[in-house]
């Protein structure tokens, strides 16, 4: 099967779902701006989002999937199915229990830990829609775990679609709550709802997955046996480690909150760098894991290797360029899309700046997703922990020191130098151990994809400069979209024509590089179609 074929079905998938998010940020830019309900709301949805990304997607995606990649080699089907089920009792037990806890201790996290700056009816607000949210992370850790099992049985589709009910729940709420004129405040409860709405929605569509790829989970009484024993070792630093960017978000936003419109306009600006880091970045991943581990434990080395190595061109091919996209255009971008209703000319200066030290990062961001699998696959979820920690410290560290002198964008520099602090050491970790061995070729594309991506943000520059009349404030969005649309479109082609003039990339390489050769396993997997 081709890499990149999966890469597409996931990206494709994700980038559906992030388009969708757009639409939505836009819809709540324009409904509540950087304004006391916005922050309200999204400083109690970060708090349920930051323990999904480390308990249920951070987790799962580290643990679970090469636990159950080994089931599936050693005892097929069946071994596979009982597996899920022990894992399955102890979740769903674990998972009550801590949504009763954190409903009951809700004012004193978010006084203590959320958000410590705000005060007043913001304080009272964010507190209730806390506590309507928090379910969500139940619905969304069965919902990894159910995504972890489509991933290992090479079905990537449904768990990649999921995403888009939840846009499509927040944006059917604000979509009401605009038209019949609601109060800020009533936006905010109803999107509340509607994420509670959509977590529900997430589950039954992977459980209906599940199912369609013949295999069905029943509960059982809760046992640590082994398997699950060894799964809450691995899955503990897991953990942490897959939620590395929301951890350092997490931080940054409770500095923030001692700035009125801070978070808000963090959380805008993530948004936008958000979409080539989950289409690359979450495609590689979800692929990259199940794949390495079955190679791994198949005993193909070299297969492994050229894994991760074809990950990584494929990773700078496409967000070099993202990056320098963010670079040039970050104002134009931030304009089109937040710019109207209650967002001011004076947020998007300050949000495009969010979001060009974010594009800093993202290389690293991504680069982190194509490292950690290698650690993960081998069942080494430790070495990444005290990595993220070492970024956590760093971030914590430059956001408290940076913060005073340049407020928001000092915490977006610290997430992003993290960021970079957490990759450099996996990669070095990595190739010490022989486990990557870095191709002469790669980092003879990646020179040349540096230099294209350069010059595509020089060309992108002038052209919005040229243009400048068309895309400046007052400016209907739809001629704004008519000017900046062609004007990225331009930049894509400058880019792909001197990456291939220069031998960035060639079609040989895309179609030949990036396909799995093919290898005997010792044992033959399950008769499975891509979704």
């Known amino acids: 099967m081709s890499l990149v074929r999966k890469f597409a079905t996931v990206g494709g998938a994700t980038l559906g779902s992030r388009v969708m998010g757009f639409a939505r940020e836009t819809l709540m830019a324009a409904a509540l701006g950087t304004g006391p309900m916005a922050e309200a709301f999204l400083v109690a949805f970060k708090f349920p989002n930051l323990f999904r990304r480390l308990f249920a997607e951070g987790a799962f995606n580290a643990a679970f999937v090469p636990l159950f990649a080994r089931e599936i080699e050693s005892g097929g089907m069946d071994g596979a199915k009982r597996f899920s089920e022990e894992v399955f009792g102890v979740l769903f037990t674990v998972l009550l229990s801590l949504t009763v806890v954190m409903e009951l201790a809700m004012p004193w996290l978010t006084r203590l830990v959320i958000a410590p700056g705000f005060t007043g009816e913001k304080f009272?607000?964010?507190?209730?829609?806390?506590?309507?949210?928090?379910?969500?992370?139940?619905?969304?850790?069965?919902?990894?775990?159910?995504?972890?099992?489509?991933?290992?049985?090479?079905?990537?589709?449904?768990?990649?679609?999921?995403p888009i009910?939840?846009?499509?729940?927040?944006?059917?709420?604000?979509?009401?709550?605009?038209?019949?004129?609601?109060e800020a405040v009533e936006i905010a409860y109803d999107l509340s709802y509607a994420v509670l709405i959509a977590g529900i929605l997430q589950m039954l569509v992977l459980y209906v997955g599940v199912r369609f790829a013949g295999m069905s989970i029943g509960f059982h009484r809760p046992r640590l046996t082994p398997n699950v024993k060894r799964l809450l070792v691995l899955a503990l630093p897991a953990a942490v480690t897959g939620g590395v960017t929301q951890i350092n978000l997490f931080i940054g936003q409770a500095i923030a909150s001692f700035k009125a419109g801070a978070v808000a306009s963090l959380m805008y600006a993530d948004r936008i760098y958000q979409l080539p880091l989950g289409v690359v970045g979450v495609a590689v991943g979800v692929v990259l894991l199940p794949e390495l581990s079955r190679a791994l434990k198949g005993g193909h080395l070299k297969e492994a290797d050229t894994l991760q190595n074809r990950s990584i061109e494929f990773v700078l091919?496409?967000?070099?360029?993202?990056?320098?996209?963010?670079?040039?255009?970050?104002?134009?971008?931030?304009?089109?899309?937040?710019?109207?209703?209650?967002?001011?000319?004076?947020?998007?200066g300050t949000v495009a700046a969010v979001l060009a030290l974010f594009g800093f990062g993202l290389p690293g961001f991504v680069l982190n997703k194509a490292l950690t699998p290698g650690f993960f696959a081998r069942e080494d979820t430790k070495t990444p922990m005290r990595f993220t920690m070492i970024a956590v410290v760093v971030n914590t560290g430059l956001s408290i020191l940076l913060f005073p002198f340049f407020e928001e964008r000092g915490i977006a520099a610290a997430e992003s130098i993290a960021g970079w602090v957490s990759t450099i050491l996996l990669f070095v970790t990595l190739t010490r151990r022989g486990h990557l061995t870095v191709e002469r070729a790669l980092v003879i594309r990646a020179v040349k994809v540096v230099i294209a991506s350069v010059v595509m943000a020089v060309a992108a520059r002038l052209m919005a400069m040229h243009f400048a009349d068309a895309l400046h404030s007052g400016v209907p969005a739809l001629k704004q979209a008519a000017v900046l649309g062609p004007i990225i479109l331009a930049s894509l082609v400058v880019y792909l024509a001197v990456v291939f003039v220069i031998g960035g990339a060639d079609i040989g390489m895309l179609r030949r590089n990036m396909k799995r050769k093919a290898k005997a396993k010792p044992q033959p997997e399950p008769e499975q179609n891509d979704d």
């Open 165 to 182: 009910f939840f846009n499509l729940a927040m944006i059917l709420a604000l979509g009401y709550g605009m038209w019949v004129g609601a």
């Open 317 to 348: 091919f496409l967000t070099l360029p993202a990056t320098a996209g963010i670079f040039a255009l970050s104002p134009e971008i931030i304009r089109l899309v937040y710019e109207r209703g209650a967002f001011s000319a004076d947020a998007t």
């Open 124 to 162: 009272d607000v964010t507190v209730r829609l806390a506590a309507i949210m928090f379910p969500y992370l139940a619905c969304m850790s069965l919902t990894a775990m159910l995504s972890g099992m489509l991933n290992s049985l090479h079905h990537y589709l449904a768990a990649s679609i999921a």
